[in-house]
């Protein structure tokens, strides 16, 4: 069982737990009536036992993928279930054995009950680490609960078959009082952190590392720099220049079908951008969309920070009728997307991005059959565009000469993560990300998962027999290439291969390096546990997409010093996939779930699902203030956006209510 099924199963367990010391408790109650309840209720505090001891079983399993899938589950749950189901066990067991058993005996089986519900409640609201509030506040109702009980039960006496209660009604209303008092300061407490949750008017993300915070002292302090002083170069030796205006239109489907969206240059995708290695690359940004503002940010591109076009962290928001002029030297070869970072979410869903393609410098050889190929939901309807062809709701089509070899450059822009297969022909993933692997082996019918936001470049040679690049195992989704006749192949239906351990078995690729670096000794960790639970958000409480129990703009900030190698540890506690990420850097990949991976595998945007534990590394070699999120936009938006910032960079941009920008 992985670590995502254990949680889940854990989940199941727990509820089982409570419902059966309450079952047990109320039985235990009604067992002085007759023997077969009071066998009733031992049956049932013998299977509570056994349940509590599988959790703990459960807890404990779980705590060797890592502490932070278990601690809520040993701190909270052991002196909220754990202690009173061994008080109850001691002292109901036995006394259900004899006739007549008092009801008292309940007490510590219903507060092992009341416990349980409290960690349904936690398991449901508390994301890791266990806020020490909320855990008073539980174990103190459990407290308050279990006097009162037994205030109500524990007083009975029975004379010659006539029952009378003593001064139950008295303290029954003391531990009431106490049981209020304690919702009360819960309310107040939560009011208040509604209340310093929000956003204020105006929000400098660059204020708590401005230049002072120098670590170690025998090191000089960073000079200060602004965002907008790390900029693209302003000439170079050819450049190509692109204009992109954001406006809404109406986008027709390959069916027909209508779509009202929001685009550049009216089309979805917008333009690609398609530059050779060392050309500068200067896109003027135009907004002709009404009321809503605009950004260009490169998904992937590792740009200077002031052209990352991050609304209110790196650049204003481009207001409807502005413009803006982004600048970066393409250096890099490879596949990249480009997107709006203003209200992201809305952004992209509707239409607001486009594909960039760096082509190597000129090798000659081979012409190769190289296309961008796109997988977004449009106006409800899944769809697929290749190169500038327009959105396609079913299968695209490419006429391909046998022996052509092709490169598909796939980009999956949606929020959600796509399969991806491809049937008809071998294939290899020459590159993720935009980075080439070394040692990429030939993949027969396995499926591959490509993350929201990522990117795969598929290559193989054209067959003389079409091939099916189909989406989601859909035969009626994706593209279709075909040497001019034959019929379609299945969708591919093998197993899911795994990313991390793909690049090693194939031959070594001419002029990678073949090494690994070092990527064992670190300046810095940091540590993000991904979680789902209860936090306030913007002063409304919202059960969020956490990290570290935090969400935007509240998550601690690492502070990085240029040249530093940092390994990020990324543990997901939720049951959501959450596509982590970090902007201008591509991150290493270390391990995943313990597994070292293999080759060289660099990822912009690496997929932590349910249970899942990666291990990156990064290179701080791209100073500036990066907005790092779930590319799950719809989770950014629900608090899993973080950054992080290097040592001494500053930004005069607001990120604050008041400013009009929205970095997610
Ligand atoms: Cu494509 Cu901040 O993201
Ligand atoms: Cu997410």
Redesign the pocket.
Same mark, same amino acid.
């Given at each position: 069982m992985n670590t995502a099924q254990l949680l889940a199963l854990d989940h199941i367990v727990l509820v089982l737990v409570a419902a059966l010391w309450l079952g047990a408790g109320v039985s235990t109650v009604m067992a002085r009536r007759d023997r077969r309840t009071r066998l009733i209720a031992l049956g049932l505090t013998l299977a509570a036992l056994a349940a509590t001891g599988l959790r703990v079983g459960l807890a404990v399993t779980l705590s060797r993928s890592g502490w932070w899938f278990a601690a809520d589950k040993l701190i909270l749950a052991l002196p909220l279930v754990g202690v009173p189901a061994l008080v109850a066990a001691v002292a109901a067991l036995p006394r259900l054995l004899r006739p007549s058993p008092s009801p008292a005996t309940a007490v510590p089986t219903l507060t092992a009950g009341y416990g349980a519900l409290g960690g349904v409640v936690a398991a449901l609201t508390i994301s890791h680490p266990v806020p020490p509030v909320l855990a008073g506040v539980l174990i103190a109702l459990v407290a308050v609960g279990a006097t009162i009980t037994w205030h109500s039960l524990g007083t009975v006496s029975r004379t010659g078959g006539v029952e009378t209660a003593t001064g139950t009604v008295a303290r029954g209303r003391w531990s009431t009082t106490a049981g209020i008092a304690v919702l009360c300061t819960a309310l107040v407490w939560a009011g208040l952190s509604a209340w310093s949750s929000r956003i204020p008017a105006t929000l400098d993300l660059g204020a708590h590392h401005r230049g002072t915070t120098v670590q170690d002292p025998a090191q000089p302090a960073t000079a200060t720099r602004a965002v907008t002083d790390l900029r693209g170069p302003a000439t170079g030796a050819k450049v190509r220049r692109f204009t992109l205006t954001a406006k809404p239109a109406t986008v027709t489907l390959a069916s027909g079908r209508r779509v009202e969206a929001w685009t550049f240059d009216g089309t979805v995708p917008g333009p690609t951008i398609r530059v050779r290695q060392g050309e500068l690359v200067e896109v003027r940004l135009r907004n002709a969309m009404p009321g809503i503002g605009v950004t260009l940010h490169w998904h992937g591109y590792d740009v200077p920070v002031g052209e990352d076009g991050v609304a209110g962290v790196t650049q204003d928001a481009v207001k409807p009728g502005g413009e803006f002029v982004y600048r970066f030297l393409a250096e890099d070869p490879g596949s990249y997307w480009y997107h709006s970072h203003d209200l992201s979410d809305p952004a992209v869903r509707m239409g607001l991005y486009g594909m960039l393609v760096v082509d190597p410098t000129a090798t000659g050889g081979t012409k190769v059959s190289d296309h961008t190929v796109s997988t977004h939901v449009l106006g409800g309807v899944q769809t697929v565009a290749v190169d500038d062809e327009g959105p396609v709701d079913g299968l695209a089509r490419l006429g391909v000469i046998p022996g052509t070899p092709v490169r598909l450059r796939v980009t999956a822009t949606d929020n959600v993560r796509r399969t991806l297969g491809l049937s008809g022909t071998p294939y290899r993933i020459a590159a993720v990300d935009g980075r080439d692997l070394s040692r990429p082996g030939e993949i027969g019918d396995r499926r591959v998962q490509l993350a929201a936001g990522g990117r795969y470049d598929l290559t193989f040679t054209m067959p003389a027999t079409p091939v099916l690049l189909s989406v989601d195992g859909r035969s009626d989704l994706g593209l279709l290439l075909t040497p001019g006749s034959g019929t379609a192949p299945a969708p591919a239906a093998g197993p899911l291969l795994d990313i991390a351990t793909y690049d090693s078995d194939g031959p070594a690729r001419p002029g990678g390096s073949g090494g690994s670096g070092r990527f064992d000794r670190f300046d810095r960790e940091v540590t993000w546990i991904?979680d789902r639970g209860l936090a306030m958000l913007d002063g409304i409480p919202t059960l969020a &997409?956490t990290v570290n129990g935090e969400v935007w703009p509240r998550i601690t900030t690492p502070v990085l010093r240029e040249g530093e190698l940092v390994k990020i540890t990324v543990a997901n506690r939720s049951g #959501?996939? &959450?596509?982590i990420h970090p902007h201008g850097h591509h991150v290493r990949v270390l391990s995943r779930n313990g597994v070292p991976a293999t080759g060289e595998l660099w990822m912009d945007t690496f997929d932590v699902g349910p249970g899942e534990v990666w291990e990156v590394a990064l290179r701080a070699d791209n100073p500036g203030i990066w907005l790092s999120h779930? $590319? #799950?936009l719809g $989770?950014?938006t629900l608090g899993?956006t973080f950054h992080f910032a290097y040592e001494g960079v500053t930004t005069p941009y607001d990120a604050g209510h008041a400013s009009g920008n929205n970095p997610e």
């Open positions: 991904l &997409h #959501d996939v &959450h596509p779930c $590319h #799950d $989770h950014a899993m």
